[in-house]
């Protein structure tokens, strides 16, 4: 099957609306350039981005810039103690006039939604994201309402260590595609937000840059992507790894193998790719798999955290020799 050039010229757009979105982000957010990429990739493999870091490092910062650069629905929830499940999925109201059940739809109805602080709410709170996040609906008394498209949670949260957290529940910090930390600025970055910042919030001058339509005809484009069955079982050969390992209690799920192969995809295509390669996995394999995995009471012991772990087996685990390229053409690329 040969390379269609309209593969080529969808890459070529996408590149070129990516590019306007990440320099729009590193407006606001500077010395960033990695962590902006990785949360494109996930915008684009249709995956949900959690954000973990110290507070005010630009955890809420990052998550509105891709919000206002992109013109679609965007609803932020700041989660609290006392937040319920139906302050996010909505609630069924008797309306006394009609003498009706209507559904008042919640935040969650949006393309974009920012969770602010994701595990300071009650595991039960949290919970009512994993339907939301795998099934993209939502199902309140029995009636499911269908979520718009493309739909991402982009959830923060401080260590767990802070006072007044609650860690994720595996299930759900399974449901994000990847776990990313801000990090301190370097001093360099830090001295140009003080002038930038300092009068004013850069993003109140914000304007999208790109469209739901071209949001979901990248998606589309990233879905073409090809992936050659030595990539994929170079994938599967990552995910075992992690399952084997005695530093590890709880391994990779046949979720995050899946995951893993779709943010490839688009982190190929944002190379101006249409062809994932092996580095595209190895230089995701650790924001999209450390999150998922426990490490075993020996690990903890000697302090040997799961991103440790991954990294090792990533160097270990023997790499395809075949490019990946499609059968009968060459490919597009840079």
């Known amino acids: 099957m040969a390379v269609s050039h309209d593969v080529g010229h969808q890459l070529g757009d996408l590149v070129n609306t990516a590019h306007r979105i990440r320099q729009s982000i590193e407006s606001v957010i500077e010395g960033k350039g990695d962590v902006v990429r990785l949360t494109l990739t996930v915008l684009l493999a249709e995956g949900h981005l959690l954000i973990e870091d110290v507070p005010g490092v630009g955890k809420t910062m990052l998550a509105k810039a891709l919000a206002r650069s992109?013109?679609?629905?965007?609803?932020?929830v700041q989660f609290t103690p006392d937040l319920l499940p139906s302050?996010?999925?909505?609630?069924?109201?008797?309306?006394?006039?009609?003498r009706e059940f209507e559904f008042k739809p919640g935040p969650v109805f949006a393309n974009i939604v920012v969770g602010d602080e994701i595990n300071r709410a009650s595991p039960k709170t949290q919970s009512a994201l994993l339907e939301c996040m795998e099934e993209h609906q939502v199902t309140v008394d029995g009636t499911t309402y269908q979520l718009d498209s493309p739909f991402m949670v982009i959830a923060t949260q401080n260590p767990i260590e802070m006072?007044?957290?609650?860690?994720?529940?595996?299930?759900?910090?399974?449901?994000?595609?990847?776990?990313?930390?801000?990090?301190?600025?370097?001093?360099?970055?830090?001295?140009?937000?003080?002038?930038?910042?300092?009068?004013?919030?850069?993003?109140?001058?914000?304007?999208?840059?790109?469209?739901?339509?071209?949001?979901?005809?990248?998606?589309?484009?990233?879905?073409?992507?090809?992936?050659?069955?030595?990539?994929?079982?170079?994938?599967?050969?990552?995910?075992?790894?992690?399952?084997?390992?005695p530093e590890l209690r709880l391994g990779a799920s046949p979720r995050s193998t899946l995951q893993l192969v779709r943010a490839a995809r688009a982190h190929a295509a944002l190379a101006g790719r249409d062809y994932v390669i092996p580095d595209d996995l190895q230089d995701l394999a650790i924001p999209v798999l450390a999150h998922r995995l426990l490490p075993s009471v020996e690990a903890q012991g000697q302090r040997r955290h799961p991103e440790q772990v991954v990294a090792d087996l990533v160097r270990r685990v023997p790499v395809p020799d075949a490019p990946g390229r499609p059968p009968g053409g060459a490919g597009t690329g840079r």
Do not use: W
């Open 87 to 98: 302050d996010i999925t909505g609630v069924s109201a008797y309306n006394q006039q009609t």
């Open 70 to 76: 992109i013109d679609c629905p965007v609803r932020r």
């Open 163 to 245: 006072e007044g957290t609650y860690p994720l529940p595996e299930a759900q910090r399974d449901r994000f595609t990847a776990r990313i930390a801000m990090g301190y600025p370097e001093p360099a970055a830090e001295l140009e937000m003080l002038d930038v910042h300092g009068a004013a919030s850069p993003l109140d001058k914000l304007e999208p840059v790109a469209t739901t339509a071209e949001v979901q005809a990248l998606i589309e484009a990233v879905r073409a992507v090809f992936v050659s069955p030595p990539i994929k079982r170079y994938a599967i050969d990552l995910a075992t790894a992690t399952r084997h390992t």
